[in-house]
């Protein structure tokens, strides 16, 4: 990168509290908003410095700040552990190129598992010799053991990575045909069991991140993700950094649930996450999956929730009450509206005026 009228090397690397106090111990090292990464002066003792610290400790791509054969101004940090527990399964071109394309963490622990059990099933083979009829052939196993389209989905894009991204072949050669896409609609809850289920949690993060993910229409990782200065309480918005596809959004953020973050914060003292487990760091997504279950539990609901249907609540209640499809959109963070349309099929009636959804079940049903 070129800041400051300099060239600098930029640190992207996964969240991970080991690399995190390591970079922050390097000397003169600074945060780039623009970049949103930080960075250290491009200069030799500088990546000498960096071979030195991460040695052992994660795998550095050094080919982005050096000379012609490779010389740009980023490097990407991943633990070294997990670098090498994929390089046995797949090839490292694979994992190199998921990384320079900054992929999401959990996206690349996905491609590397899909496309490593299509290279076990051909394991006296080259992925590099195989052509379209193995990897159709492949694909009918799969098929055939009964995996879920998603599933299904998920290996033909890890599959077409490689050969169509990686190797850069013609995408003519592995059109594959997918799963007829299943109109399933969104499981929605009623408001009075939302209300319930956070009136009936004690335990003030508990109460907080579930109020959270309803109000503000967030994903599980999102969630994970925030950050204490996330959460704008003069602009009354909640700040979704990388969210889905890398994007930034803005969503709502409710009067009574910003009641309840205040009491949380002085309760807690979360450091860096908005919600982290107790020996500090995120938050397990195993875990927020359980506190909802057994929230949705005490109301009595007989059906599993899961956080992602607190996400669908939140979008069906603002179109009932009447808010214009294409801010759900945005507030979601959707690509597309037709993705967003989805909840006019569940939706039961519209009603003019913008209010948070968590703030009008207060004035409501109370």
Not at 17 to 31: E, H
Not at 263 to 269: A, I, N, R, T, V
Request: charged share 25%; glycine share 6%.
């Amino acid at each position: 990168m070129f800041l400051n009228n300099e060239q600098q090397i930029g640190l992207q690397f996964y969240p991970n509290k080991v690399l995190n106090a390591m970079v922050k111990g390097l000397p003169n090292i600074k945060w780039s908003s623009e970049y949103n990464m930080a960075y250290i002066s491009n200069k030799k003792q500088n990546i000498g410095l960096l071979f030195n610290t991460f040695r052992g400790v994660a795998w550095i791509d050094g080919k982005f700040f050096f000379d012609k054969k490779s010389k740009q101004t980023c490097n990407t940090l991943i633990a070294v552990e997990k670098v090498e527990h994929w390089k046995a399964k797949v090839p490292e071109s694979y994992i190199n190129k998921l990384i320079l394309k900054r992929y999401a963490e959990n996206t690349v622990n996905t491609y590397c598992s899909m496309f490593g059990q299509f290279m076990m099933f051909y394991k006296d083979y080259h992925a590099n010799e195989l052509g379209e009829f193995e990897i159709r052939t492949f694909m009918k196993h799969i098929i055939l053991s009964g995996k879920s389209d998603s599933f299904i989905n998920q290996m033909i894009n890890s599959i077409k990575f490689y050969y169509e991204v990686v190797l850069q072949m013609p995408n003519r050669f592995y059109d594959l045909e997918r799963p007829i896409k299943k109109e399933k609609l969104p499981k929605v809850l009623s408001k009075q069991l939302v209300l319930e289920m956070i009136e009936k949690t004690n335990n003030i993060k508990h109460k907080c991140f579930i109020a959270m993910i309803y109000s503000a229409g967030l994903r599980r990782s999102e969630l994970l993700n925030l950050k204490v200065e996330d959460i704008d309480s003069k602009r009354m918005t909640v700040i979704i950094k990388d969210g889905k596809g890398g994007k930034d959004r803005l969503s709502t953020l409710s009067v009574h649930l910003l009641t309840l973050l205040r009491k949380y914060y002085k309760e807690y003292k979360p450091k860096e996450y908005l919600f982290e487990g107790q020996k500090g760091g995120k938050y397990s997504a195993g875990s927020v999956l359980k506190v909802v279950k057994a929230a949705a539990k005490r109301t009595g609901c007989r059906q599993t929730v899961t956080p992602h249907m607190l996400r669908h609540s939140f979008a069906t209640h603002l179109l009932e009450d009447g808010i214009d499809l294409r801010k759900i959109q945005h507030l979601l963070g959707h690509n597309s509206l037709k993705t967003t349309e989805i909840y006019t099929h569940v939706a039961t009636n519209y009603q003019l005026g913008i209010k948070n959804p968590l703030d009008t079940l207060y004035l409501k049903l109370k």
